[in-house]
């Protein structure tokens, strides 16, 4: 009963914020404020906590987004973005009796402030709220049944994010990304050390996630080099 409560709220929370994020496109109000983007590209991702190390699983990272600028300059802004983000844990051993890999898919929430400086490189900083919609385990190649939404691993998962945006070309950004989990996402997972069973231990599970991306703002404004005036006159 616990369980379901908790992922009914989530599920709640998601649709919610989903609502919000759709009604300010389509809201008037903002219509003439709001700028709206899409991003794609890639996450490389890591567990820690599970004993397997590197960002070596990779993933979607792909949503839209909305961003509302705090001043007349348009220097702060506050984004929201409903993304698929694809996360987990991927260790390839010499054989299949050593590999490992976990798939972790969620749908993300992050909300960030950012700073632009002479609108070619922004900066910015805020957290994430995931929702856990897929869940994979692979053990020595073979999948894992006791893995599923209904556990161990947490359906909600909030995160701290920082960003960093430089422009390519016209409306075109480049954008990668950090974000780590602030609360655990697996809880007191035992290992056992295959020199000497009797030596065990536990440890909690984080989502580790670096992101590289491409992001296309479709209603900002492109800024023009100013012309130096030349130095004769007629």
């Known amino acids: 009963m616990v369980y379901f409560t908790f992922q ?15 009604l300010l496109l389509s809201t008037e ?6 700028m ?21 699983k990779f993933g979607l990272n792909v ?10 300059n348009k220097r702060w802004t506050i984004s929201l973005e409903l993304l698929y983000s694809q996360k987990g844990s991927n260790y390839n051993g010499r054989t299949d009796t050593t590999s490992y890999k976990l798939r ?6 992050p909300v960030l402030f950012h700073f632009t400086d002479k609108r070619v490189i922004s900066g910015g900083v805020g957290f994430a709220y995931g929702q856990l919609i897929n869940v ?27 960003d960093l945006q430089i422009r390519l070309w016209s409306k075109l950004w480049v954008d990668v990304r950090y974000q ?6 697996r809880k007191d997972v035992p290992f056992s050390d295959p020199t000497n069973p009797k030596n065990t231990w536990t440890r909690n599970q984080y989502n580790n996630v670096v992101s590289l991306r491409l992001t296309w703002v479709f209603n900002q404004e492109i800024p023009v080099k100013s012309k130096k005036r030349s130095g004769s006159q007629e």
């Open 8 to 22: 009914f709220d989530s599920m709640k929370r998601v649709a919610l914020l989903s609502f919000i994020f759709f």
């Open 29 to 34: 109000v903002f219509s003439q404020r709001i």
């Open 36 to 56: 709206g983007g899409l991003s794609i590209g890639m996450n490389l991702t890591q567990v820690d906590g599970d004993e397997y190390y590197g960002f070596k």
């Open 63 to 72: 949503g839209p987004m909305a961003i509302v600028p705090l001043d007349k």
């Open 104 to 109: 972790l898919d969620y749908v993300d929430i």
């Open 136 to 162: 994979k385990e692979w053990k020595k190649g073979t999948v894992t049944d006791s893995i599923t939404l209904q556990g161990p691993y947490n359906m909600g998962d909030l995160s701290v994010v920082a």
């Open 180 to 185: 780590y989990s602030m609360l655990m996402i």
